[in-house]
């Protein structure tokens, strides 16, 4: 199949480098001149590993493209995936912008005497309705009553977690198609086929707020955890020995991933989608109490560990951050708790050197580049090497994922917010 792919963010990079790996061809569409120069060049725009060896392969076996512009590409697409970034408007709402603009886009740009319909498959997250209230409006405008006959409408989520993206594509834990009638989408069936879960074929509302139950779920219990650990500490009880009992149980709470108290949630799925929730909630006139103090809840664990790991801290003390992503192997900073420590410590007048080596500043792009700036203006001057990081002397070295076992830094304190409930 022909596949174009709107949006090369971290989705659709990774879509793009899977689906033409798969055997498909893929033409990626971005208004950005550096993700299209990078993906016409075989490179990766994000550091996601695995995506861009598999970008690099199938550039030179001929199966992928990049360009700013729709132009003819879709002429002979069989599916066009929609991964546009939908980030938190003002009122805690998903900016649909975005998703307006692409959706205009296609619906000028697709041929009204196709031999079959074009399958637009929309991955962004977004409020329930919004297929049929926003984007199946701007192709009845354009392509009048021939728009149920040109273009099939479909909501499939995603469901990749940075850092692992390319083993979450191939290895899902479910497939979500979501169709106007529920039944099963031909297109979307050849797409998946060989990769081995669960597939659900619904409605598109339904399909639409199953990404906003998954992440909010999640958001629920990170947030839990915390709330229990600070409890414990506060009581001199083992938070250790409490998490041990309550993940045996297996069969009731469910998973043991994100119920173990430490580091705040970040990133640019769990928190814009919890506000969106809450939006949503607030619009309805549904009382959603825990929900609602999810994201107070995460800042103040935010505030908390900061407060714990400057607490025999000297004004003017050296502090070495290893890991400011908010997860390691990637470079999204956005929302990203550990930049938000930083911040703190800067404000707070620590002399502070940062060490992240999948992070380049000059590879930033789109909202991740301005949320790296608005966030951390003084970014470029923060990172050091290796080299650096290990012969320096530093009064503290803070941990905020894994990437601190990577370095030799002899007797130094080093204190692991991610351990800290």
Same mark, same amino acid.
């Given at each position: 199949?022909?596949?174009? %792919?709107?949006?090369?963010?971290?989705?659709?990079?990774?879509?793009?480098?899977? %689906?033409?790996?798969?055997?498909?061809?893929?033409?990626?569409? &971005?208004?950005?001149?550096?993700?299209?120069?990078?993906?016409?060049?075989?490179?990766?725009?994000?550091?996601?590993?695995?995506?861009?060896?598999?970008?690099?392969?199938?550039?030179?076996?001929?199966?992928?493209?990049?360009?700013?512009?729709?132009?003819?590409?879709?002429?002979?697409?069989?599916?066009?995936?929609?991964?546009?970034?939908?980030?938190?408007?003002?009122?805690?709402?998903?900016?649909?912008?975005?998703?307006?603009?692409?959706?205009?886009?296609?619906?000028?740009?697709? *041929?009204?005497?196709?031999?079959?319909?074009?399958?637009?498959?929309?991955?962004?997250?977004?409020?329930?309705?919004?297929?049929?209230?926003?984007?199946?409006?701007?192709?009845?405008?354009? !392509?009048?009553?021939?728009?149920?006959?040109?273009?099939?409408?479909?909501?499939?989520?995603?469901?990749?977690?940075?850092?692992?993206?390319?083993?979450?594509?191939?290895?899902?834990?479910?497939?979500?198609?979501?169709?106007?009638?529920?039944?099963?989408?031909?297109?979307?069936?050849?797409?998946?086929?060989?990769?081995?879960?669960?597939?659900?074929?619904?409605?598109?509302?339904?399909?639409?707020?199953?990404?906003?139950? &998954?992440?909010?779920?999640?958001?629920?219990?990170?947030?839990?955890?915390?709330?229990?650990?600070?409890?414990?500490?506060? !009581?001199?009880?083992?938070?250790?020995?409490?998490?041990?009992?309550?993940?045996?149980?297996? *069969?009731?709470?469910?998973?043991?991933?994100?119920?173990?108290?430490?580091?705040?949630?970040?990133?640019?799925?769990?928190?814009?989608?919890?506000?969106?929730?809450?939006?949503?909630?607030?619009?309805?006139?549904?009382?959603?109490?825990?929900?609602?103090?999810?994201?107070?809840?995460?800042?103040?664990? *935010?505030?908390?560990?900061?407060?714990?790991?400057?607490?025999?801290?000297?004004?003017?003390?050296?502090?070495?951050?290893?890991?400011?992503?908010?997860?390691?192997?990637?470079?999204?900073?956005?929302?990203?708790?550990?930049?938000?420590?930083?911040? *703190?410590?800067?404000?707070?007048?620590?002399?502070?050197?940062?060490?992240?080596?999948?992070?380049?500043?000059?590879?930033?792009?789109?909202?991740?580049?301005?949320?790296?700036?608005?966030?951390?203006?003084?970014?470029?001057?923060?990172?050091?090497?290796?080299?650096?990081?290990?012969?320096?002397?530093?009064? !503290?070295? %803070?941990?905020?994922?894994?990437?601190?076992?990577?370095?030799?830094?002899?007797?130094?304190?080093?204190?692991?917010?991610?351990?800290?409930?």
């Amino acid at each position: 199949m022909k596949v174009v %792919i709107f949006g090369l963010g971290y989705v659709g990079c990774t879509a793009a480098a899977c %689906i033409a790996k798969s055997g498909h061809h893929v033409v990626g569409i &971005d208004p950005s001149p550096e993700k299209v120069e990078a993906i016409a060049a075989g490179r990766s725009p994000i550091s996601e590993p695995g995506v861009d060896e598999m970008l690099s392969d199938a550039l030179s076996e001929g199966r992928l493209e990049a360009s700013r512009l729709v132009d003819s590409h879709l002429n002979e697409a069989d599916v066009a995936i929609v991964c546009v970034g939908t980030p938190s408007g003002p009122d805690g709402a998903h900016n649909m912008s975005y998703i307006a603009q692409v959706s205009r886009q296609i619906a000028e740009a697709v *041929k009204p005497d196709r031999a079959k319909p074009l399958t637009v498959a929309f991955r962004s997250t977004m409020r329930p309705g919004s297929i049929d209230q926003i984007i199946a409006p701007i192709f009845r405008a354009s !392509l009048k009553d021939a728009a149920a006959d040109v273009v099939e409408l479909v909501y499939n989520p995603e469901f990749l977690r940075e850092a692992t993206a390319v083993e979450d594509y191939f290895n899902p834990p479910k497939i979500v198609i979501g169709t106007q009638s529920g039944k099963p989408s031909e297109a979307m069936d050849q797409l998946h086929e060989g990769i081995d879960a669960p597939v659900f074929h619904v409605g598109i509302r339904e399909a639409e707020f199953t990404k906003f139950v &998954d992440n909010t779920w999640h958001a629920v219990k990170v947030a839990f955890a915390n709330e229990v650990g600070r409890v414990c500490q506060q !009581l001199d009880i083992s938070a250790r020995q409490v998490h041990e009992i309550f993940v045996s149980d297996t *069969k009731l709470n469910i998973s043991a991933y994100y119920t173990r108290p430490g580091g705040a949630f970040g990133g640019s799925c769990l928190p814009k989608d919890v506000r969106a929730l809450q939006h949503i909630a607030s619009d309805t006139g549904a009382n959603t109490h825990l929900i609602d103090s999810l994201i107070r809840s995460n800042e103040a664990h *935010k505030h908390h560990q900061f407060t714990k790991v400057t607490r025999d801290l000297s004004a003017g003390a050296r502090v070495l951050l290893v890991g400011l992503a908010f997860k390691a192997d990637t470079d999204d900073l956005r929302e990203s708790p550990a930049v938000d420590l930083a911040r *703190k410590l800067l404000d707070s007048g620590y002399k502070v050197s940062v060490y992240d080596p999948a992070l380049r500043p000059e590879k930033l792009v789109g909202q991740n580049l301005g949320y790296a700036y608005a966030h951390l203006p003084s970014i470029d001057t923060l990172l050091v090497d290796k080299a650096t990081a290990e012969s320096e002397t530093y009064d !503290l070295i %803070i941990s905020t994922n894994r990437l601190v076992k990577t370095l030799s830094l002899g007797d130094a304190k080093v204190v692991d917010v991610s351990a800290i409930p």
